[in-house]
Nanobody
Framework: QVQLVESGGGLVQPGGSLRLSCAGT????????MAWYRQTPGKQRELVAV???????KYADSVKGRFTISRDNGEKTVFLQMTNLKPDDTADYYC?????????WGQGTQVTVSS
């Protein structure tokens, strides 16, 4: 049973930083494309950042220059470093992994940006 477990969410002031982590259990974690999505009540889940198995990254325009996705295949973990956080970044953040027809979601971690 593959699991993706997020951690690192919490309450932060505007302009602050957080680092989210997502630990996976896949035997071939390095082969998976990994991504972070976020969702707020009443809105569709949106892609925040993705990193391919080869390390290529892409970001939503709203987070470019502020967020960085990275991965440690040895630790089977993907990270989302978030800086200069804004109130609009408040959401539940979900880890996602995909390899061929296989795809998995984490349970989510809440990020609240507020003074």
């Amino acid at each position: 049973q593959v699991q993706l477990v997020e951690s690192g969410g919490g309450l932060v002031q505007p302009g602050g930083s957080l680092r989210l982590s997502c630990a996976g259990t896949q035997n071939i974690f390095s082969m998976y494309a990994m991504a972070w999505y976020r969702q707020t009540p009443g809105k569709q889940r949106e892609l925040v950042a993705v990193i391919s198995s080869g390390g290529t990254t892409k970001y939503a325009d709203s987070v470019k220059g502020r967020f960085t996705i990275s991965r440690d295949n040895g630790e089977k973990t993907v990270f989302l470093q978030m800086t200069n956080l804004k109130p609009d970044d408040t959401a539940d953040y979900y880890c996602y992994g995909a390899y061929g027809p296989l795809e998995y979601w984490g349970q989510g971690t809440q990020v609240t940006v507020s003074s």
